[in-house]
């Protein structure tokens, strides 16, 4: 006999129900920088997340840094509205342990605006971005008045620890160091501040530790047979220079060398406008791009390259399909706020001055679940041993300087720990 439609309802599921968790604690820790008490702009900050904690996981989705940031310059300065305080405190960040390095993403600042104007909106700047690390809705972000204060979050982002969806474990033989190089007074904020004149002080990083009872830890280990490991997205740069000439092509070499290649972003500035009272890590321009695409082994990817043409929309089109955001219209996006997504050479001398312009170009094969549980696949472009190059063909309109071609990749990275061997991180690429 058939069964009534309404037998089928979740409301009648009882046999569907949340299982209790194991047995664990979860406790937060507040872990000073462990090379200095302060820092000014241009030096390196460094913390320290200890190993051997038996039964210890990090929960990277609440890790953070703390920092109170002073202006002792005479006038006031401005942070970026983008970035925020990211602009200014983290240029390049790194990761390492036992020697071996785990992430490291130069240019920090920049990917982190690439990706506010991508994934994020007005209202997020306005709101809890401008709370948290002095962001606002526009390209010009909170002021410190000469001789004033105050205290920023920077959620931990953007790294294969970040980017993790599960937890990471703490009981390898060695703590896991995070280096944090400031960026320079000059393009890390608005105004006539110097590097010493900006003090980086009460340096804390923030976290949460889940500790399990030794029962269940024993059947997590069991389940993988003591070895642990992680998939996840990390980021590397590499940067190259054109010239201020009109009418020509630019083929920069990436070096990039990953099994697994997700993406490529790419990002232009022009040098004349990285100045002390401009908007410069937000502040990127089209420079009259007319067509872009990647060159592997000589071979075009895409096989037609992409055509940037009076506003922009296949460039962005192609950027949103690498975004997987194509199709998403309660996507969030900060795109054409202030001089515009195709802004051909911005000042960046105000909101209404700074550009939005980047390119993503996909090199996924097969387009995959971003949960790992439901069977993600690798099918990023492999460049292992090959000549992997960007080429940018440029039009008649030529810049007022030569121009910073800043190239990041998203990969795919896998960290295992094995307890049954060296109990050390060791990372694929």
């Given at each position: 006999?058939?069964?009534?439609?309404?037998?089928?309802?979740?409301?009648?599921?009882?046999?569907?129900?949340?299982?209790?968790?194991?047995?664990?604690?979860?406790?937060?820790?507040?872990?000073?920088?462990?090379?200095?008490?302060?820092?000014?702009?241009?030096?390196?900050?460094?913390?320290?997340?200890?190993?051997?904690?038996?039964?210890?996981?990090?929960?990277?989705?609440?890790?953070?840094?703390?920092?109170?940031?002073?202006?002792?310059?005479?006038?006031?300065?401005?942070?970026?509205?983008?970035?925020?305080?990211?602009?200014?405190?983290?240029?390049?960040?790194?990761?390492?342990?036992?020697?071996?390095?785990?992430?490291?993403?130069?240019?920090?600042?920049?990917?982190?605006?690439?990706?506010?104007?991508?994934?994020?909106?007005?209202?997020?700047?306005?709101?809890?971005?401008?709370?948290?690390?002095?962001?606002?809705?526009?390209?010009?972000?909170?002021?410190?008045?000469?001789?004033?204060?105050?205290?920023?979050?920077?959620?931990?982002?953007?790294?294969?620890?970040?980017?993790?969806?599960?937890?990471?474990?703490?009981?390898?033989?060695?703590?896991?160091?995070?280096?944090?190089?400031?960026?320079?007074?000059?393009?890390?904020?608005?105004?006539?501040?110097?590097?010493?004149?900006?003090?980086?002080?009460?340096?804390?990083?923030?976290?949460?530790?889940?500790?399990?009872?030794?029962?269940?830890?024993?059947?997590?280990?069991?389940?993988?047979?003591?070895?642990?490991?992680?998939?996840?997205?990390?980021?590397?740069?590499?940067?190259?220079?054109?010239?201020?000439?009109?009418?020509?092509?630019?083929?920069?070499?990436?070096?990039?060398?990953?099994?697994?290649?997700?993406?490529?972003?790419?990002?232009?500035?022009?040098?004349?406008?990285?100045?002390?009272?401009?908007?410069?890590?937000?502040?990127?321009?089209?420079?009259?791009?007319?067509?872009?695409?990647?060159?592997?082994?000589?071979?075009?990817?895409?096989?037609?390259?992409?055509?940037?043409?009076?506003?922009?929309?296949?460039?962005?089109?192609?950027?949103?399909?690498?975004?997987?955001?194509?199709?998403?219209?309660?996507?969030?996006?900060?795109?054409?706020?202030?001089?515009?997504?195709?802004?051909?050479?911005?000042?960046?001398?105000?909101?209404?001055?700074?550009?939005?312009?980047?390119?993503?170009?996909?090199?996924?094969?097969?387009?995959?679940?971003?949960?790992?549980?439901?069977?993600?696949?690798?099918?990023?472009?492999?460049?292992?041993?090959?000549?992997?190059?960007?080429?940018?063909?440029?039009?008649?309109t030529a810049p007022s300087g030569a121009t910073n071609i800043h190239?990041?990749?998203?990969?795919?990275?896998?960290?295992?720990?094995?307890?049954?061997?060296?109990?050390?991180?060791?990372?694929?690429?």
């Open positions: 006999m058939e069964q009534p439609a309404e037998a089928l309802s979740t409301l009648l599921s009882y046999n569907q129900k949340r299982m209790r968790a194991m047995s664990s604690r979860s406790y937060r820790v507040v872990s000073p920088s462990t090379n200095t008490a302060s820092a000014t702009c241009g030096q390196t900050i460094e913390y320290r997340i200890p190993g051997n904690q038996s039964s210890s996981f990090l929960d990277n989705s609440t890790m953070y840094f703390k920092v109170k940031i002073t202006n002792n310059d005479a006038a006031a300065i401005k942070l970026e509205g983008k970035g925020g305080a990211y602009a200014l405190f983290m240029k390049k960040c790194s990761l390492s342990t036992s020697g071996q390095v785990l992430s490291e993403v130069n240019e920090m600042g920049i990917l982190h605006s690439c990706f506010v104007d991508t994934d994020s909106d007005i209202t997020y700047g306005a709101n809890t971005a401008k709370v948290l690390y002095g962001a606002s809705a526009d390209a010009v972000g909170q002021e410190l008045a000469a001789g004033a204060s105050a205290t920023f979050i920077l959620p931990f982002v953007l790294s294969n620890l970040a980017n993790s969806r599960k937890y990471i474990p703490l009981f390898g033989r060695d703590a896991i160091t995070i280096r944090i190089e400031t960026n320079s007074a000059v393009n890390g904020c608005i105004g006539a501040a110097t590097d010493a004149e900006i003090v980086f002080s009460d340096l804390n990083l923030i976290y949460n530790v889940i500790e399990l009872s030794a029962p269940a830890m024993t059947a997590v280990a069991e389940s993988v047979g003591n070895v642990f490991t992680i998939v996840s997205d990390d980021y590397r740069h590499t940067s190259s220079t054109v010239s201020a000439d009109a009418n020509q092509t630019h083929v920069a070499n990436l070096g990039f060398a990953f099994s697994s290649v997700n993406r490529i972003l790419i990002a232009q500035q022009n040098s004349s406008r990285l100045l002390a009272g401009s908007v410069c890590v937000g502040n990127r321009c089209r420079r009259d791009l007319e067509e872009v695409n990647l060159l592997i082994n000589g071979e075009q990817l895409p096989a037609r390259p992409i055509k940037v043409s009076d506003q922009g929309s296949e460039a962005l089109a192609e950027t949103l399909c690498a975004d997987r955001s194509l199709v998403a219209y309660d996507h969030d996006s900060r795109i054409n706020v202030g001089a515009g997504y195709a802004a051909q050479d911005p000042t960046g001398a105000d909101a209404a001055n700074t550009g939005s312009f980047l390119v993503e170009i996909d090199t996924e094969s097969m387009r995959s679940p971003m949960d790992e549980a439901f069977g993600g696949l690798y099918s990023g472009l492999s460049s292992l041993g090959s000549v992997f190059q960007a080429q940018l063909k440029y039009g008649s190239f990041f990749c998203q990969y795919t990275s896998l960290l295992t720990l094995d307890m049954n061997t060296n109990q050390q991180f060791l990372v694929a690429v």
